[in-house]
């Protein structure tokens, strides 16, 4: 971006100007209503019939996680819940790049955000392998958070994530029961 000064405008005062306009650029880069856009699109493509498509997709939204962290809280409870789905794909590279993504966003984005995504969008899932997933990142969260924190936090925040690990402890399929185990 090139800004047309006076000729009386010195070096130094160019400097400046230039320098305020990016920083004002960068910072509207990270606007949460510019994200949106590109989110939806991404996710969209997530939902792809192709599963090359999709895999690609799930991989640049776990870039976008990486990359833009808390400006993504705004769009994790909808993405989590579309990786969600797609971790109950039957072919396995799919549901290795849902995993990858859903890492990425257990390890990036606002904690509390993650856990009420993870609860609304597989916590009652009636697919086993979508509450398996849920139950694996809902223990790498514990382990982001660390247990201490997690459960000397907020009293709603606490309550949410002991009834979530004790009604996943109870399931019905062995593998959700095995994923939680180690909360």
């Not at 880069?29 to 939806?40: D, H, K, M, N, Q």
């Not at 009293?155 to 949410?160: E, F, G, P, S």
Request: charge should be positive; proline fraction near 2%.
């Amino acid at each position: 971006m090139f800004i047309h000064l006076h000729k009386s405008a010195t070096f130094g005062e160019q400097v400046k100007t230039n320098y305020c306009v990016m920083v004002s650029d960068v910072r509207g880069l990270y606007c949460s209503t510019l994200i949106a856009g590109p989110v939806r699109v991404v996710m969209i493509q997530v939902k792809n019939l192709r599963s090359a498509v999709s895999c690609a997709a799930m991989a640049t939204l776990g870039d976008m996680y990486v990359h833009l962290q808390r400006a993504m809280d705004s769009e994790v409870e909808v993405t989590a819940r579309v990786l969600l789905h797609k971790a109950s794909e039957a072919n396995n590279f799919i549901r290795q790049g849902a995993n990858f993504a859903l890492g990425h966003m257990v390890q990036s984005c606002t904690p509390t955000r993650v856990m009420n995504a993870l609860l609304v969008g597989g916590l009652s899932h009636r697919n086993a392998a979508v509450r398996s997933c849920t139950a694996q990142h809902l223990e790498r969260l514990a382990e982001v958070m660390g247990m201490a924190r997690l459960l000397s936090g907020k009293k709603d925040l606490t309550d949410r994530f002991l009834i979530a690990v004790s009604k996943l402890a109870v399931d019905p399929a062995q593998e959700v029961r095995w994923e939680v185990h180690p909360v």
